[in-house]
């Protein structure tokens, strides 16, 4: 699962708010009670954002660098709303800091899921100019999931942004070329085509409505399917 960092935010656009993290959490314990098992990747959008500072004049990949370092602090917090609940955690890092978290090690990680932990992926993929979407589609491929859910604060995916726009549709379901193609902003174009290439579906669902992960797991039509 991609958890965006603008979902951590409540009703503040900044930093994260405890409630809706416990919230999260709480809706993971669901969804893992159902016998799945789950791995998280987690943004840092709500903290820093790299583009947004080097167009503001920071060098680049130094931003990029903070926004990765902004992804464990919201690791850091999911891990403790988890295992507040009894939800047993490892957090893996694609950038070495061993006093805080695990290096990410694919073995490992596919270790701890089998034993029923949440690993929960922070640091990006441990390089500037990509993105966390991209992580979780790199990841998703490296542990072998059957499917990546994207938790925003919309519905799905929408022709227009839904926020700004009130005429704009939703779909329920797309394919990769047409996300691509209509340049849907819901996963930047290297996250969508490698999923394309490994036909990994990807649902896209509101991830603020209460109960909507088990019902995304329970097979139930929420938000918007993007598949070969
Ligand atoms: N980032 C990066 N490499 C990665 C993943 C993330 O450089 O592999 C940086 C990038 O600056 C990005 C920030 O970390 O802006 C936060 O991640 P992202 O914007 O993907 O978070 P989200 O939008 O999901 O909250």
Same mark, same amino acid.
Do not use: W
């Given at each position: ?5 603008? *979902?951590? #935010? ?5 930093? %994260?708010?405890?409630?809706? &993290? @416990?919230?999260? !959490?709480?809706?993971?314990? /669901? ?59 490892? *957090?893996? #890092? ?5 006093? %805080?978290?695990?290096?990410? &090690? @694919?073995?490992? !990680?596919?270790?701890?899921? /089998? ?114």
């Amino acid at each position: 699962m991609k958890i965006s960092g603008e *979902v951590l #935010t409540g009703e503040g656009d900044y930093g %994260i708010d405890p409630e809706v &993290i @416990r919230q999260i !959490a709480q809706e993971i314990k /669901e969804m893992k009670n159902l016998g799945v098992e789950v791995a998280i990747v987690i943004g840092g959008g709500n903290i820093f954002r790299g583009i947004a500072a080097s167009a503001k004049g920071m060098d680049r990949a130094s931003a990029d660098y903070m926004g990765m370092l902004a992804t464990v602090m919201n690791g850091l917090a999911l891990q403790d709303a988890l295992e507040k609940i009894n939800v047993y955690t490892r *957090v893996q #890092t694609a950038i070495e800091m061993r006093e %805080i978290a695990e290096p990410y &090690i @694919r073995r490992r !990680a596919i270790r701890h899921l /089998e034993k029923g932990r949440v690993v929960i992926f922070v640091g990006g993929t441990g390089n500037p100019y990509f993105t966390t979407d991209t992580t979780a589609s790199l990841r998703a491929m490296e542990i072998g999931a059957e499917v990546i859910l994207k938790g925003t604060k919309v519905d799905g995916i929408y022709d227009a942004d839904p926020i700004l726009n009130k005429q704009a549709k939703k779909y329920n379901e797309l394919t990769y070329i047409e996300v691509l193609k209509k340049q849907l902003k819901v996963m930047d174009a290297t996250a969508i085509s490698l999923c394309m290439d490994y036909r990994i579906p990807i649902i896209v669902f509101n991830l603020k409505k209460r109960g909507n992960i088990k019902r995304v797991i329970l097979g139930e039509r929420v938000g918007t399917k993007v598949r070969g």
